[in-house]
């Protein structure tokens, strides 16, 4: 008998045992459906999260003041720094000085240092003022070196601006209800700005230090909100931040770890932590989901035991005839693959839209109090998007096709091995 006859007889089983068939299709669905959607949200997860921790900068540790988080209850929380968003803590200290700047400088691995402060001022333009906008004043002779944010149009700070301002895309297009172009004057706490760069996106102004200086209340003349500190060679960005710990503790005669006043935040290490964390959420998930496909392989095992007793005689009558054992054996393995392959493909489709859903559904969830470009954090990354690969689609539906003709492997071998005058005989 040829594979062809063997594959229609196969088709011919599953289409006159519909309800038993879908019935043990249904939980292969479930099962791969379970499997796609969470490997699916993982992998735009993973996405989304290398893209927010690279939008740090991977490069670029933080310093900031206090013993607390170096960033806030997300990723793109609190006023933005240099890289788009910002460190904060809860310490109001500003315990940060150009003394800082200069023992950093001198640090192995250290590439660029840059001091930075922050606040909020009442910001105008066209007749229309925007309160308590956030400013941030940067070293306008390394910011470019230090930032990752990306320009839409213009161009970043210079050495030699004094009154210039970069700002961000919401403010350059909805804060005064009109764009903002470049070269227009904003003025900012009673001074004349000119705008000579638009960022990508944000909802910062970057203005020189010194002119934020004497635009924002209470930051003093010699302090900072936070350091910034580019460095040369990330692989070993764990041995600089230990570094950078030990001069600045020495620096400012603190002997005691507990006693430490600032925060060496580096985001190479937050990276690692968090797709850490993500690896164990994602396999913890997948062992629920594979629970689901072992139900499904022990239903199609049940379906393929019952067609090999309802298709006894029938098979008696085949070997009676001259069928051979392998020829009976394939037919009954192509039809346990068959439920596995239409299940895998329900599966596909259903995995596809749930887990669309649950994005969509998350990402509604976080977006009201992150407005952010880094979203909310972990459950931002989560609710984000879905990875839908070729590679998981094609897998997905071979799995269920293993799974199908693994489990009717013992029926198969069990309805070749009958006896033909045995299998004539039974009722």
């Not at 909805?174 to 764009?179: A, D, L, Q």
């Not at 944000?202 to 010699?222: F, K």
Request: net charge positive.
């Amino acid at each position: 008998m040829r594979l062809k006859r063997s594959f229609q007889l196969a088709i011919n089983i599953f289409v006159h045992s519909k309800l038993r068939s879908w019935l043990t299709i249904i939980g292969i669905i479930v099962g791969i459906a379970a499997v796609v959607s969470i490997i699916s949200m993982s992998l735009g997860a993973e996405q989304q999260l290398e893209e927010r921790l690279g939008s740090l900068g991977a490069d670029i540790l933080t310093i900031s003041p206090g013993m607390q988080r170096a960033f806030g209850g997300g990723f793109g929380g609190g006023p933005e720094g240099p890289s788009g968003t910002s460190p904060s803590s809860t310490s109001t200290t500003k315990n940060l000085t150009a003394k800082d700047i200069i023992v950093l400088k001198s640090i192995p691995n250290v590439k660029y240092v840059m001091g930075q402060v922050s606040g909020t001022s009442d910001v105008s333009y066209s007749s229309k003022t925007a309160k308590k906008t956030t400013i941030t004043g940067v070293d306008a002779t390394v910011w470019k070196e230090v930032t990752t944010s990306t320009l839409s149009s213009g161009r970043y700070l210079t050495g030699g601006d004094m009154y210039s301002a970069v700002i961000g895309e919401n403010i350059a297009t909805s804060v005064f209800g009109k764009e903002v172009p470049l070269n227009s004057k904003i003025i900012i706490g009673g001074k004349s700005f000119n705008v000579v760069g638009i960022l990508s996106e944000g909802r910062s102004i970057y203005i020189p230090i010194e002119a934020a200086r004497t635009v924002i209340e209470d930051v003093g003349t010699d302090e900072f909100n936070s350091i910034s500190v580019k460095i040369t060679d990330v692989s070993i960005s764990n041995e600089t931040v230990t570094k950078i710990t030990k001069k600045l503790m020495l620096s400012r005669g603190i002997l005691q770890e507990s006693k430490k006043d600032f925060t060496v935040t580096n985001p190479a290490s937050m990276q690692q932590t968090m797709q850490e964390t993500m690896g164990t959420m994602t396999l913890f998930l997948e062992a629920i989901a594979a629970i689901s496909l072992f139900v499904g392989a022990i239903g199609i095992a049940n379906t393929m035991f019952t067609s090999v007793l309802e298709k006894t005689r029938d098979i008696g009558i085949m070997k009676a005839i001259g069928t051979q054992n392998k020829d009976i054996m394939n037919m009954f393995l192509l039809n346990s693959g068959l439920i596995g392959l239409v299940g895998g493909i329900g599966g596909v489709i259903l995995g596809t839209i749930s887990s669309t859903a649950i994005n969509t559904l998350a990402g509604v969830s976080t977006s009201a109090s992150n407005r952010g470009p880094g979203g909310g954090g972990l459950m931002g990354a989560l609710g984000g998007s879905s990875v839908i690969s070729i590679q998981l689609v094609l897998g997905a539906i071979l799995f269920a096709v293993l799974i199908g003709m693994v489990a009717g492997a013992i029926p198969a071998y069990r309805a070749s091995k009958l006896n033909p005058v045995d299998a004539l005989r039974y009722e």
